[in-house]
């Protein structure tokens, strides 16, 4: 299957200051990206979808403002935490797909907020 | 009415039998279907997906689809326990979008 590369796979950030994420699709063009959080021993959380070139679409009640999502080009899509806390400590994936295909899964990234 | 429905599970079966995990959908229009494996703390990988109606087989997996009862199943013949893991089923929807269910937690008990 196609591959999707996010980085880093863990991070540990002091409360107040901001993480970004890199999700890269490598093998395919990725015209839709979707970002997903999910807590322990729940289900995957949609965050936002987003198209490249155009703004995200936010799910009912995720702070866009907190959660910014750049979709600049057809293979790299960012998440940038701002101003995190400890409550946003998570483990945030990405997916990727192109027009045709299914969606492919980063390996996910580990967040952590002290 | 979620536009993905799933069991949450835990669905709890013995090694060697066969494990069905069920899905049903909301949009008539959607057009393509995915089952996701989901292991404790890591990413969704892809198993099978299917985009017309009846079986799909690969080995232990066979995924069946009945559009007209917007109904999507995955079974898994000869279950492990390294089967156990959460199963997310997902739909491409006439709109386009990818939604996935809530997920089934299968448990294989050795």
């Known amino acids: 299957g196609a591959v999707v590369s996010q980085h880093p796979s863990w991070v540990i950030c002091k409360s107040g200051t901001s993480v970004k994420i890199e999700c890269r699709s490598l093998?395919?063009?990725?015209?839709?990206m979707f970002w997903y959080r999910q807590f322990p021993k729940q289900s995957l959380m949609l965050m936002a979808t987003?198209?490249?070139?155009?703004?995200?679409?936010?799910e009912q009640g995720v702070e866009k403002d907190k959660f910014l999502i750049n979709h600049a080009s057809l293979t790299l899509s960012t998440l940038t935490v701002t101003s995190a806390h400890p409550e946003d400590s998570s483990f945030y994936i990405c997916?990727?797909?192109?027009?045709?295909?299914?969606?492919?899964f980063g390996q996910g990234t580990r967040l952590t907020v002290v | 009415q979620k536009e993905v429905e799933q069991n949450s599970g835990p669905l709890s079966v013995p090694e060697g039998a066969i494990a069905s995990l069920n899905c049903t959908y909301s949009?008539?229009?959607?057009?393509?279907f995915f089952w996701y494996r989901q292991y404790s703390g890591k990413s969704p990988e892809l198993i099978m997906s299917?985009?017309?109606?009846g079986d799909k087989e690969d080995g232990r997996f066979t995924a069946q689809l009945n559009k007209a009862s917007q109904y999507v199943s995955l079974l898994i013949r000869d279950s492990q326990p390294s089967d156990s893991a959460t199963y997310l089923c997902?739909?491409?929807?006439?709109?386009?979008?990818?939604?996935f269910g809530p997920g089934t937690r299968l448990s294989v008990l050795p």
């Open positions: 997916s990727a797909r192109d027009s045709f295909t299914e969606a492919f």
């Open positions: 093998d395919f063009q990725a015209t839709t």
């Open positions: 987003s198209n490249e070139g155009s703004k995200a679409t936010y």
């Open positions: 949009d008539r229009g959607s057009q393509s």
């Open positions: 299917i985009y017309s109606n």
């Open positions: 997902a739909v491409l929807n006439y709109g386009q979008n990818f939604v």
